[in-house]
């Protein structure tokens, strides 16, 4: 048995980073699949999704961690779904990604994704690369930005949620921020 914690972290106008966990209840061997339901034409881009919809598209980049595939469901009422949505077949694709170990009681087994849709004629240049499982760096253009759940590097701390740019550290449900940093 497992339970499971999400975390989001939305950069107005540009992307959104989704932090799933999964915790063990109890010693054991476990695996762990995160799923995104999604529309479009896609393409799978090494361990990412990239999906296009009449001129748009949106990508979700993964941590580069897990096992990744697509499986595809059609709609079973096509003529209902396209009197309301028009920009995309009635098919979803799954973006599946799987990770298995052993755990102990407690321990976590996480995803990081990124999310950004943008039109296709103006493809901006966001990258994601773990920096471990619940930490990540994203980079877009020039700019970096460090974001993660649990523990801050440098010795800052824990926290709930945390992001490190250009502007300072912004920390969401401290648990132990030290005095002096290390």
């Keep these: 048995l497992l339970n499971w914690e999400r975390s989001i972290i939305w950069k107005k106008g540009?992307?959104?980073v989704v932090f799933d966990q999964v915790i063990a209840d109890q010693d054991g061997d476990f695996f762990a699949r995160s799923s995104w339901r999604t529309l479009g034409e896609e393409k799978l881009l090494g361990r990412n999704l990239e999906l296009k919809q009449q001129?748009?598209?949106?990508?979700?980049?993964s941590d580069g961690r897990a096992n990744v595939d697509i499986e595809t469901y059609a709609?079973?009422?096509e003529r209902d779904w396209r009197t309301f949505y028009t920009h995309a077949e009635p098919v979803v694709k799954i973006f599946q990604q799987d990770k298995a170990r052993k755990l102990m009681k407690g321990?976590?087994?996480g995803f990081i994704n990124l999310l950004h849709a943008f039109d296709t004629s103006e493809e901006p240049s966001i990258e994601l690369t773990a920096a471990s499982e619940f930490c990540a760096v994203i980079q877009e253009g020039d700019a970096q930005t460090l974001v993660g759940t649990g523990t801050i590097p440098g010795g800052l701390g824990e926290a709930e949620l945390f992001i490190l740019d250009s502007d300072g550290l912004t920390v969401l449900g401290e648990k132990t921020i030290p005095d002096?940093?290390?």
């Design 107 to 109: 321990e976590r087994i």
């Design 14 to 16: 540009s992307w959104f």
């Design 75 to 77: 709609f079973t009422h």
């Design 180 to 182: 002096e940093p290390g």
């Design 55 to 61: 001129g748009k598209t949106c990508r979700i980049l």
